[in-house]
């Protein structure tokens, strides 16, 4: 893991600004339009639902071949920014098809939870008003919520197995088979995944919520506290574009991450 992260700087160093030009149309700006339709369109109506589900969709799919992309960039030092935006487009579909498999999968996963917290006699109404009432059934809710614990550990270390999946899916040229594909070269760095995955959501997490919350006050000092939605909305600016730093830095090393397993378990001739 040392040696990747020395090659993700040497990779961040040296191609900074094609990483920046390829991160900021693909992961920024889609997420900042994003939020700007959530903070200043009417909530409530349909067609807020309509065009805010539509919006989200094509962030989702921009940001997704913005990320093919970036470890396209990041995993060859002689890959350009056209070169690599090729490549993206090619394995967009492919991407798409296996992230909603897994989506799926992960789902169903949960699925004992929700028909446990269904079951709970759980007023949700109440609770979206605010309140906290107490379930009819207390045993499923206790279910759901330890079920939900076990399921959502189970879920993080799948994910780490999984962690070069977008960089298989994109070098491979595999669809579904990269999932068995990503799994194989995961094998035996588990733990290590997880230490860098656990690592570097602690430091995200930390720095996200840290900028958002001090940009926050500082907006608010400047435009007063009647300009709620505008402070809101500048602070999670500046909470997404720290996001899409650490979000570039994690694909950086995902790409070099793949190249140093590949280098020990090579496709067969």
């Known amino acids: 893991m ?9 990779v961040l160093s040296g191609r900074a600004g094609m ?15 994003r939020d700007a339709y959530v903070a200043y369109a009417t909530p409530g ?19 997704l071949w913005g990320e093919l992309a970036i470890i396209a960039a990041a995993s060859h030092p002689t890959t350009g920014r056209t070169e690599a935006q090729a490549l993206a487009s090619k394995r967009l579909l492919p991407l798409i098809g296996v992230s909603l498999v897994l989506g799926l999968i992960i789902t169903l996963l949960f699925v004992p939870a929700l028909v446990a917290l269904g079951a709970s006699g759980m007023d949700w109404r109440a609770m979206a008003a605010g309140a906290m009432p107490a379930a009819a059934r207390p045993g499923a809710l206790a279910f759901a919520g330890l079920y939900s614990f076990v399921a959502g550990i189970i879920a993080f270390f799948v994910f780490a197995r999984l962690a070069v999946l977008n ?11 990269a999932l068995r ?5 995961t094998r035996g760095h588990t733990w290590r995944i997880v230490g860098v995955l656990i690592l570097f959501s602690i430091v995200f997490g930390i720095a996200v919520m ?17 300009a709620t ?8 600016v500046v909470g997404s574009i720290v996001s899409t730093i650490f979000t570039t830095i994690a694909l950086a090393f995902v790409a070099q991450l793949y190249v140093a397993f590949v280098a020990r378990q090579p496709l067969p001739a």
């Not at 040392?2 to 040497?10: A, C, I, K, L, P």
């Open 167 to 177: 960089a298989v899916v994109l070098h491979e040229q595999r669809g579904l088979g």
């Open 229 to 236: 939605a505008t402070v809101t909305f500048l602070a999670g």
């Open 210 to 226: 840290a900028a958002s919350s001090v940009s926050g006050l500082i907006f608010r000092l400047i435009l007063g506290s009647d």
């Open 181 to 185: 594909r990503s799994w194989q070269l």
């Open 2 to 10: 040392g040696n990747v992260w020395d090659r993700t700087s040497e």
């Open 45 to 63: 109506t349909v067609s807020f639902a309509l065009v805010g589900g539509l919006l989200s969709i094509v962030v989702l799919v921009v940001m």
């Open 19 to 33: 990483l920046a030009g390829i991160a900021v149309p693909t992961l920024l700006v889609p997420t900042i339009v």
